[in-house]
């Protein structure tokens, strides 16, 4: 059974930074891409961004292209979202969740939908105040 647990949320002011961590265990982490994805009250969960297996390529949406930054630690089987210039539009539960299929490449399509993981975390709560 896979484990995907989210942790770094919390309240922060606009302009501020976050970190968010997902820690992962049950099968072998760096076989794996890793999503990002965020939900707000009301609204569809919505892609973030992603990192593939090895670390060596990351995509984002549009939102919050060149504001966060998805990397990963396969020694420690963690993947971070460092999130900085924050904007109330950001405020959401962000989930982690983990690709269904070994080693692979998705198309800007694909990895944007929730469909393409099979794990999710719990989320974690991200607030941020005007």
């Known amino acids: 059974q896979v484990h995907l647990v989210e942790s770094g949320g919390g309240l922060v002011q606009a302009g501020g930074s976050l970190r968010l961590s997902c820690a992962a265990s049950?099968?072998?982490?760096?076989?794996?891409?890793m999503g990002w994805f965020r939900q707000a009250p009301g609204k569809e969960r919505e892609f973030v961004a992603r990192?593939?297996?090895?670390?060596?390529?990351?995509y984002y949406a549009e939102a919050v292209k060149g504001r966060f930054t998805v990397s990963r630690d396969n020694a420690k089987n963690t993947v971070y979202l460092q999130m900085n210039s924050l904007k109330p539009e950001d405020t959401a539960v962000y989930y982690c969740?983990?690709?269904?299929?070994?080693?692979?490449?998705?198309?800007?399509?694909?990895?944007?939908?929730?469909?393409?993981?099979?794990?999710w975390g719990q989320g974690t709560q991200v607030t941020v105040s005007s």
């Open positions: 969740a983990s690709d269904r299929a070994r080693l692979t490449d998705r198309t800007s399509l694909s990895m944007r939908v929730p469909s393409t993981y099979d794990y």
């Open positions: 990192i593939n297996w090895n670390g060596g390529n990351t």
């Open positions: 049950g099968r072998t982490f760096s076989n794996y891409g």
